[in-house]
């Protein structure tokens, strides 16, 4: 049976603007133009770091490119890299990709494997490079069932990455429940100071989820200098 979140495909253009596929075509501009060390590709979660505190000041001097597009599910990120999007004649050591929040048509099941197949596809393209995968953050204020199919999609990526079978040891998973609770252990509440909508991150938010992948961040970085 067919995936459709593991199905490449371009993100419908419903309002008529080209915006999406006119920003896939600045990203393949910025393939031809520049020699990033790390790239993070994604959906709007790795979009708006680009705004952050820590994107700026930490972050940016690591020579960073950030392909993330907002509303981006799976297959779209899947078609984008498809499509040329990671192609660099040099190399970057790095790849980190956060992608899945908006796959709301789509199962825990689904989600992964799209995920997996992403996994897949940037290692196909970029096979000496570092990948760091991103566990999706939790969403909504309350309690709720689209919190337990993210818990679910963390836990089947995690599995396979993590599977022994799975002999690729440039691919690393962050979990973003093991570096940092957003959930507060008194009411399960999420807190605007983190997500002012409950699902994308304040500037502090961005801090706390971020500090612990700039550290492996760095500690890969370190090892092409030795």
């Given at each position: 049976?067919i995936?459709?979140?593991?199905?490449?495909?371009?993100?419908?253009?419903?309002?008529?603007?080209?915006r999406?596929?006119?920003?896939?075509?600045?990203?393949?501009?910025?393939c031809?133009?520049?020699?990033p060390?790390?790239?993070?590709?994604?959906?709007?979660?790795?979009?708006?770091?680009?705004?952050?505190?820590?994107?700026?000041?930490?972050?940016?001097?690591?020579?960073c490119?950030?392909?993330?597009?907002?509303?981006?599910?799976?297959?779209?990120?899947?078609?984008?890299?498809?499509?040329?999007?990671?192609?660099?004649?040099n190399?970057?050591?790095?790849?980190?990709l956060l992608?899945?929040?908006?796959?709301?048509?789509?199962?825990?099941?689904?989600?992964?494997?799209?995920?997996?197949?992403?996994?897949?596809?940037?290692?196909?393209?970029?096979?000496?490079?570092?990948?760091?995968v991103?566990?999706?953050?939790?969403r909504?204020?309350?309690?709720?069932?689209?919190?337990e199919?993210?818990?679910?999609?963390?836990?089947?990526?995690?599995?396979?990455?993590?599977?022994?079978?799975?002999?690729?040891?440039?691919v690393?998973?962050?979990?973003?429940?093991?570096v940092?609770?957003?959930?507060?252990?008194?009411?399960?509440?999420?807190?605007?100071?983190?997500?002012?909508?409950y699902?994308?991150?304040?500037?502090?938010?961005?801090?706390?989820?971020?500090?612990?992948?700039?550290?492996?961040?760095?500690?890969?970085?370190s090892?092409?200098d030795?």
């Amino acid at each position: 049976m067919i995936n459709p979140a593991s199905l490449a495909c371009q993100m419908r253009d419903s309002v008529g603007d080209g915006r999406w596929i006119s920003q896939h075509e600045r990203f393949l501009d910025d393939c031809k133009r520049h020699e990033p060390n790390i790239v993070f590709i994604g959906d709007c979660l790795i979009q708006q770091m680009q705004n952050s505190t820590i994107w700026k000041t930490n972050l940016e001097p690591l020579h960073c490119l950030n392909f993330g597009i907002d509303g981006d599910q799976t297959q779209h990120v899947l078609w984008r890299i498809e499509n040329g999007e990671l192609d660099f004649e040099n190399k970057p050591k790095i790849v980190v990709l956060l992608v899945g929040t908006n796959n709301n048509d789509h199962s825990a099941d689904q989600v992964a494997d799209g995920i997996i197949k992403i996994v897949s596809k940037i290692r196909e393209k970029l096979s000496h490079s570092s990948i760091i995968v991103l566990a999706i953050p939790p969403r909504g204020r309350e309690i709720n069932s689209v919190r337990e199919k993210i818990n679910k999609v963390n836990e089947l990526v995690e599995q396979h990455l993590s599977n022994r079978t799975y002999s690729d040891k440039k691919v690393h998973f962050l979990c973003s429940s093991k570096v940092h609770d957003f959930i507060s252990p008194q009411d399960g509440t999420i807190s605007h100071n983190d997500m002012y909508d409950y699902l994308h991150f304040t500037d502090q938010g961005y801090s706390k989820y971020m500090e612990p992948v700039l550290d492996e961040i760095i500690e890969i970085l370190s090892l092409y200098d030795n």
